[in-house]
């Protein structure tokens, strides 16, 4: 169990210490030899990677959120015009209604005074045809 694990980390150890950079497939061209790579190198070069990880992450987290906000601001936009584009479909049904309604009004209005007209008319040629 926990020995051979032991002896396992020991191994791995061993065998990630002899690694060279040239092993790794890093250009060495700069550096006089092959030179085992230190823990050091391993610690740096996690960091580096790690940092590089997160700088992408941070980027892909505010892309995100932009989009979200850019999404959002859309979809209100898109929502407030559906609501004016209603409210002004309400208005102009109220005004029809009540615009014909006034027309009713006076359209009854105005056949009330024609009808009134002749039938004053009617009554005074009739008076005149009587006498």
Same mark, same amino acid.
């Given at each position: ?22 092993? +790794? ?15 050091? +190198?391993f610690?740096?070069?996690?960091e580096?990677?790690q940092?590089?990880f ?16 850019? +999404?959002?601001g859309?979809l ?12 002004? #479909? ?8 009540? #615009?014909?309604?006034? !027309? ?7 056949? +009330?005074?024609?009808?009134? !007209?002749r039938?004053k008319?009617?009554r ?8």
């Amino acid at each position: 169990g926990g020995e051979d694990g032991d002896a396992e980390a020991v191994k791995l150890g061993l065998a990630f210490s002899s690694i060279t950079l040239h092993d +790794m497939g890093i250009n060495t061209s700069d550096i006089d030899g092959p030179e085992p790579v230190t823990d050091e +190198m391993f610690t740096s070069a996690a960091e580096r990677v790690q940092r590089q990880f997160r700088s992408w992450l941070y980027r892909r987290h505010e892309a995100a959120k932009k989009l979200q906000k850019v +999404m959002r601001g859309m979809l209100v936009r898109k929502s407030l015009k559906r609501s004016h584009d209603a409210a002004v #479909i309400i208005q102009k049904k109220f005004r029809t209604r009540r #615009i014909r309604r006034e !027309y009713q009004k006076l359209k009854s209005a105005a056949i +009330m005074v024609q009808n009134n !007209y002749r039938s004053k008319r009617n009554r005074t040629e009739g008076k005149k045809g009587s006498l």
